[in-house]
Each structure stands twice: as structure tokens, then as C-alpha cells.
């Protein structure tokens, strides 16, 4: 849920709402109005501190049999190296698998605050941190392509294969496809299924109460509201991975677009 604690069930706050996402500042400074220091804030340097820390411990002292700490991360380095990288890039893509793997891991890391107690929220779930990663993503795979191609970039993101006659509706589509619904597409994909997932938490978990306190009489169908939550939490589990999973493919696809030899 959010910073809302639930003291009494009078005050649960229901039906949840966009408020819900902006949560109060939780330092003394500031106004406890401000939104210079939030538990999204919070979330957002703990999951870079905790990336940074496992990394640097698991690979501190490599040994030929590896320590779980060692196997996790060679585990999960070697996962999207081999399955996303090489096989979207080819060869080519294992220079980029650090980048990507870092990218899966964090974006991991900071969907899963969504079904941790104490925080159960995404810092993902606000459209400025997917919009960030996804204009990285962006940036990197056009610098690649100008790179590779030079000036002829341009006609390579823009002109495909095809009857010139159909080019000059085409090139727009092209141009439309390639450089403004790729990021837009990567951002909102990310932050719109963050943001169901909690608002579908939100919904089940305070609902339980909000019934209980209406009407003693729906408690059978409170306990059947917090058993959807604690399904849903599992579910939620699930599209955490599945969305890192997701923005990392795509970003490797469209690297890969960038630094092939035909359209």
C-alpha cells in the first residue's frame, strides 16, 4: 500500500485513488507537503545501492566454485547475456550485456518494492522513472545507429525496402514508429502495468477493510478480498519480472535494428 497507514479501518481511505501515488515527504525538513524526499525517493536509492553492493560483493573474491552470491549474479549476467543480448544482437551483443544487465536488474529490483511489505509501491509506477530509462534506451540505440551508419542513419531508420511511390507515406510512418513510439511505447508499457498492479492492490486490501467497517456482515467477503490480494501479490511477482524482462528485449531489439546492415 502506500505511506497511508491503516490505523483504523474507519479511516481507510476508499476507493483509492491518483493521490494515492503522491506520497507525503517522510524527512523533517520541507513541509511534510513537500515531495523533495518521498518513500519513493527512498525506494529509488535503496534499490541503487542494493544493486551496486550485491554486484561488488558477488564478484569481490571470484572462486572456480562459486559461493551462492557469486552463482546468482554469474546466473543472472549469463541469463541476459546469453538469452537477450547474443540472441537478439548476435556477437556482436556481448559488449552490450553489461548495460543490459544492469538495466533488467534494476528495473527488477525497483518493480518488486511493489509486494514488499513496508513499501508495496513501484517507484516505477510515477511515469518519470520508465521515461528516464527509456530515454537512455533511445539516446543509445540512435548514437549507435549514427555510429554505424554515419549520415546514412537517417535513410536507414527511414526508408525501407519498398516502391518509391509508397515512400512518402511510409517515411513519416517510419520516422513516427522509430523515433517517438519506441521511447513512448517502452515508458508507459513499464509504468501502466506498475500502476494497475498497485491500484489492484490498493483496491482488494482496503476494500477488505472498507466492507468490514460498512457492514459486519460482509466479513466473509472481506476474507475473500485479502485472499485476492495475497493472489494477486504472486501474480504481481510475475509481471515484475515479466516487464524487466520485456524492457530489456526491446531495447536489445531496437540496438540491434540500429546496427544492422539492411532496413
Not at 87 to 105: N, Q
Request: proline share 7%; with cysteine; hydrophobic share 55%.
Amino acid at each position: 500500500m502506500t505511506g497511508q497507514s491503516i490505523v483504523l479501518a474507519a479511516e481507510v481511505p476508499f476507493p483509492p485513488s491518483v493521490e494515492d501515488f503522491y506520497l507525503p515527504s517522510i524527512v523533517p525538513w520541507g513541509g511534510h507537503e513537500s515531495y523533495w524526499f518521498t518513500k519513493i525517493t527512498l525506494l529509488l536509492w535503496l534499490s541503487v545501492a542494493i544493486l551496486i553492493i550485491f554486484f561488488l560483493v558477488a564478484s569481490r573474491k571470484p572462486q572456480l566454485v562459486p559461493t551462492k552470491k557469486q552463482w546468482i549474479a554469474e546466473s543472472l549476467y549469463g541469463f541476459v547475456r546469453n538469452n537477450i543480448s547474443i540472441d537478439m544482437i548476435g556477437k556482436e551483443g556481448v559488449r552490450f550485456a553489461p548495460y543490459l544487465a544492469t538495466l533488467f536488474s534494476f528495473i527488477f529490483i525497483m518493480n518488486i518494492w511493489a509486494i514488499v511489505p513496508g513499501a508495496q509501491i513501484s517507484p516505477n509506477s510515477h511515469i518519470a522513472f520508465p521515461a528516464i530509462l527509456a530515454v537512455i534506451s533511445w539516446v543509445m540505440f540512435i548514437y549507435l545507429g549514427f555510429r554505424k551508419h554515419g549520415a546514412g542513419y537517417i535513410k536507414h531508420a527511414l526508408v525501407p525496402p519498398a516502391p518509391w511511390f509508397i515512400l512518402p507515406i511510409l517515411v513519416p510512418i517510419e520516422f513516427f514508429s522509430n523515433f517517438i513510439v519506441r521511447p513512448f511505447s517502452l515508458a508507459v508499457r513499464l509504468f501502466a502495468n506498475m500502476f494497475a498492479g498497485h491500484m489492484l492492490l490498493l483496491v482488494f486490501t482496503l476494500g477488505g477493510f472498507a466492507m468490514i467497517n460498512a457492514n459486519l456482515w460482509l466479513a466473509p467477503v472481506s476474507v475473500l478480498s485479502w485472499v485476492m490480494a495475497i493472489a494477486l501479490t504472486f501474480l504481481d511477482f510475475a509481471i515484475c519480472a515479466l516487464q524487466a524482462y520485456v524492457f530489456t528485449v526491446l531495447t536489445a531489439s531496437y540496438i540491434q535494428g540500429s546496427l544492422a546492415e539492411e532496413h
